[in-house]
């Protein structure tokens, strides 16, 4: 992996323009990763799936190109807020169109933010980053930050009446670093909807600062029809009650690695993180891992995992709650759940609680089984297909999850995507 | 309609048969009752009919309407006519009840080559045959019998039953956990359903169910077979005496 290192930095020719700030930032995650390296694989936190299964990803795109539209766009009439990165760079039309309509944010691409002394994110860039590498080393992250020249920058001052979609399109099969920051300020609520279309191989980082009150949903919809390498990471903190919902659905037949770090700085937050993946063959690899950290008093937090897996495919949740000292009142919960449709494919599990305060509730669960038979007799004693019958007791096993997504159109589209992934 | 010859059957958990021998003759539109003591087979026997996984036929035959049935899967059975009203409805989170009995009453018009219902059309019909059985449209929303009373999942399993209008209804138990109201509408569905071309088996603990549905004959399974064959007062005499007796005067 050295050469993609080096690869990744000689690319990097916009950097003479970037703030001291973005520049520093850029600097340090080139050093730490020298420091780091990438892992290797046998490292703990690897153990499940090889990180050579990303190895492709995360490197910084040619810039200045055309922009392909491509007429293989997921919904019909587009969304009123949304941006569009093809083949791992923002159209500039798109985000021209965003920044009119939606008054109720500001938002600047990652080249204009970072070349800006003054930018609202100059304070922000990188520190739930920073606080997330105290859990686990994120390589990945790194590689990312030493060489991003594409993302947005979104500080969400009221709250949008609509979610705010995301495309990644395209059919180049790139390797693309793409690097978020969310700010949302006390009261306002944000709704982001990632979509996963395109062809690249992708590395994406997110960072999310959450003041006190806000609320933070995201979606994260992987779609069925690809079979690239992706790994995001998505590092929110979260001031007092604050609210994060952040539901993946993994249908392709690639490599998926989400790791997800959500720091509860603040008392009374309620976080939610729910995964589902649907993997069909031995090259689908969906990997959740999460860590969520209890830092003060009276939060509550909730992970929801469910995996269908059939014809080899592979899952792996590495799921780990820690509770401080400080963080009396704590309400956990974790639940991951594999359906196992035949025997060559596996769910591997690595729950972990770690707990340092004696006044708290933390519950967690797995379970890994295949089709219940009793429940396939019944719905075939009412004259329903065996096939049928697979198909609706799998949905409903991923039911739980589809059911947290509060977008009603997207909830919608999500359940026809799984039905026809499920064909 | 149906005719159960020299039947025997195995479960892949218990060594030997289960039911050991069994001949019954239902023609249509009998009505026939079952009645026996606890683990004599009687759910064996109404689940090897609907032909479920791990209930072997080691000998015999069930034949409806003059056609072997025992090669057939559980659905083509169901799309013939079979129904079973189940002893212990199984409670299915995430999948919702009243699409659930669409997709069934759709799948078995669909293998019948008859026009299937559209949403609107099969709500109107499910409203309809649900007010008879008190089902009202917050437990048709909810996931099939999750969280459902004992009384409301038997009523449920009626309300299939109407809506499938099969030919051969086998209620397993439908009468316990009920209380007395309970019974009385259960009892009235199934009356209701009653015609010269509809069979009923009814498998019961009790005498009471039977003063709602008066059975033709009622049957007294011991043992994985049946011992005794009768009018309505057999029932009676099962209800004074036990089976005990019956038991007993067989092996004099
Ligand atoms: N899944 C099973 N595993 C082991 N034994 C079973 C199973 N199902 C039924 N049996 C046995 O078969 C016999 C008949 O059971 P069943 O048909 O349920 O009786 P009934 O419905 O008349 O009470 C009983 O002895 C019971 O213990
Ligand atoms: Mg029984």
Redesign the interface.
């Known amino acids: 992996m050295k050469n993609q290192e080096k690869h990744s930095i000689n690319k990097l020719d916009n950097s003479r323009k970037r703030s001291k700030w973005a520049l520093n930032y850029q600097k340090q995650c080139q050093e730490d990763l020298k420091k780091v390296g990438m892992p290797s694989r046998n490292a703990e936190y690897w153990k499940f799936a090889s990180p050579n299964l990303w190895e492709n990803t995360g490197l910084i795109p040619v810039s200045g190109k055309n922009f392909p539209k491509n007429d293989t766009q997921y919904l019909e009439n587009k969304p009123e807020y949304y941006v569009e990165f093809v083949d791992g760079i923002i159209d500039p039309v798109t985000l021209q169109n965003l920044k009119k309509k939606l008054k109720e944010c500001e938002i600047s691409n990652f080249e204009e933010s970072v070349c800006d002394q003054f930018h609202w994110a100059n304070k922000l860039l990188g520190k739930a980053e920073t606080k997330a590498r105290k859990s686990y080393e994120r390589p990945f992250a790194l590689l990312n930050g030493g060489g991003s020249s594409q993302g947005i920058f979104l500080n969400c001052k009221e709250s949008p009446r609509k979610p705010i979609h995301i495309f990644y399109s395209g059919e180049i099969e790139e390797k693309v670093n793409i690097r978020h920051l969310l700010k949302i300020n006390c009261n306002a609520e944000l709704h982001i909807i990632e979509h996963f279309s395109g062809n690249a191989n992708y590395n994406v980082v997110t960072e999310g600062f959450l003041d006190s009150t806000s609320i933070l949903n995201h979606n994260r919809l992987v779609s069925r029809f690809l079979r690239n390498s992706i790994i995001t990471h998505f590092f929110i903190n979260c001031m007092e009650s604050s609210v994060v919902k952040t539901i993946g659905i993994t249908l392709n037949n690639g490599a998926v690695r989400n790791e997800t770090f959500l720091n509860l700085e603040g008392s009374q937050c309620d976080v939610t993180l729910a995964g589902l993946g649907v993997g069909r063959n031995q090259s689908s690899i969906c990997d959740n891992s999460v860590f969520v950290a209890h830092l003060e008093n009276s939060c509550k937090s909730r992970q929801i995992i469910k995996n269908v897996l059939t014809q080899g495919a592979k899952a792996v949740f590495q799921g780990k709650i820690y509770v401080d000292p400080k963080a009396q009142k704590t309400d956990g919960y974790q639940m991951s759940n594999g359906l196992i449709l035949d025997e060559k494919s596996n769910f591997l599990v690595k729950p972990e609680l770690e707990i340092y305060a004696d006044d708290v509730i933390c519950s967690h669960g797995s379970t890994s089984g295949s089709l219940n038979?009793?429940?396939l007799?019944?719905?075939?004693?009412?004259?329903?297909?065996?096939n049928?019958?697979r198909k609706?007791?799998v949905?409903?096993?991923?039911?739980?999850v589809i059911e947290e997504i509060s977008d009603l159109e997207f909830s919608k589209f999500v359940r026809k995507e799984i039905q026809d992934t499920l064909i | 309609m149906l005719v159960i010859k020299d039947l025997k059957v195995k479960i892949s958990e218990v060594d030997k048969d289960i039911i050991q021998g069994f001949n019954l003759k239902i023609n249509s539109g009998e009505v026939h009752a079952i009645m026996g003591p606890n683990g004599s087979g009687k759910s064996t026997l109404s689940h090897a009919i609907c032909g479920k996984e791990g209930y072997e036929i080691t000998g015999g035959n069930i034949n409806l309407e003059g056609r072997s049935i025992l090669d057939l899967e559980p659905q083509d059975r169901a799309t013939k006519g079979i129904f079973l009203a189940f002893q212990y409805p199984l409670e299915i989170p995430g999948v919702g009840n009243l699409s659930f009995m669409r997709t069934a009453l759709n799948s078995q018009k669909k293998a019948r080559q008859e026009k299937e219902l559209n949403p609107a059309e099969f709500l109107k019909l499910v409203k309809e045959k649900a007010s008879h059985l008190s089902v009202d449209m917050e437990m048709l929303k909810r996931p099939l019998n999750v969280g459902f009373s004992g009384g409301e999942k038997k009523r449920n399993e009626i309300l299939q039953m109407a809506l499938l209008e099969p030919k051969l209804c086998i209620l397993d138990e439908t009468d316990s956990g009920l209380d007395v109201d309970a019974m009385r509408q259960v009892s009235q569905g199934v009356n209701a359903l009653r015609s010269p071309n509809r069979s009923f088996l009814i498998i019961t603990h009790y005498q009471r169910l039977l003063n709602h549905i008066k059975p033709d004959y009622v049957h007294i399974m011991v043992s994985g077979r049946i011992i005794k064959t009768g009018g309505p007062d057999l029932a009676l005499q099962v209800e004074e005496k036990g089976y005990g007796h019956l038991i007993a005067n067989q092996k004099n």
């Open positions: 038979m009793e429940h007799f019944y719905l075939k004693s009412r004259g329903i297909s065996t049928e019958a609706i007791l949905e409903a096993f991923l039911e739980e």
